[in-house]
Structure formats: C-alpha cells, structure tokens
C-alpha cells in the first residue's frame, strides 16, 4: 500500500482566507467616511420632519381658530363683540363651547394644543386682533393667531417664529 503523505495546514497556505490588518483597516476608513457623509443627511431629515410638524400644527391651530370665528359670527355660540369673535384662548378650543339651542352638546375646535416640535413645549406665541402684525407679545383679550416661540432658522432662511 502506498502511504499518502497529509499536508499539515500553515498559516500562509492559499486556502485560508483571513484578513490582513492593512485591509481591516482600509474597511474601517471606508465605513467611517461613509458614516461620517450620512450624518448630515439624517441630521437634515429631522429638521425637515420637524418643520413640516410645525407648518401642519400652525394651519391645524389657525383652521380652528377660523372655524371658532365662523361659529362665533353666525350666532352658533356665543361670543363677545369686543374680542372680534374670535377665542379667548386656545384653552377654549381644546374645551369646547356649548352650542345654542342644545342643552349639553359642546363643540371641540381642537382635541388637544399640540406640542410646539421646534421647542418641545406646547407653548406657543399668540397675537390678538388688537395686537400688531408684528408684535411679539400678546395682549390677552383674543387669540387671532399663533407662532411659533422657537428663535430658529429654517432651511429657506425665515425664522420659525415669523410662519
């Protein structure tokens, strides 16, 4: 019988398949740059998410405030001339009012004051119709529209308190 020789395998054998540390380490370059070039993207993304939660919250805020007129103007609720008909505060809108001519029949303009996404709070600034258009403080007898509080810039440049 002939004798088979076996071959011991050695590390530098053409079978193994290992990884130098030269190529561990141009991987490694290469996923960070690539890490490093996507961070701003998604950095990016939020901000645009939060931007489009901001615009969404004010027209719902200001389609409320709106409608709250509307009622107001066509004798649905009651209101009070010297405050234009509009609300006394978003308060009242996430409240209700009654309705005339029902006995317990509230109508809700908002189901809750949503949170400003810019400042995390639901803090927001509110002018009424005796205000300036400009004015950054609110006179406290209606509520004829509302901004933001944050002092950011959004990515078409204009301050997010100025939308």
């Known amino acids: 019988m002939s004798r088979l020789k076996m071959k011991c395998p050695t590390p530098n054998s053409r079978g193994d398949r ?3 540390l030269l190529e561990l380490i141009v991987a490694m370059v290469l996923l960070l740059l690539l890490a490093s070039a996507a961070l701003p993207l998604a950095r990016n993304q939020v901000k645009r998410a939060k931007e489009e939660e901001l615009r969404r919250d004010l027209r719902e805020m200001r389609e409320a405030i709106d409608r709250y007129k509307d009622y107001a103007d066509r004798g ?3 209101a009070n001339p010297a405050t234009f008909n509009y609300p006394p505060d978003l308060k009242t ?3 209700g ?3 005339r ?3 317990k029949g509230k109508y809700k303009f908002l189901r809750q004051i949503p949170v400003d996404p810019m ?3 639901t803090e927001w ?3 009424s119709m005796q205000d300036d258009p400009d004015s950054k403080s609110w006179g406290g007898d209606d509520v004829f529209d509302v901004y933001s509080k944050s002092d ?3 990515f078409d440049g204009t301050k997010y308190s100025d939308w």
Request: aromatic share 4%; no cysteine.
């Open 97 to 99: 009012v009654v309705l």
């Open 18 to 20: 290992a990884f130098t």
């Open 93 to 95: 809108l996430v409240e």
């Open 125 to 127: 600034g509110m002018r």
């Open 76 to 78: 649905m609720i009651p």
């Open 101 to 103: 001519g029902t006995a």
């Open 119 to 121: 400042t995390g709070t």
């Open 152 to 154: 950011g810039i959004a």
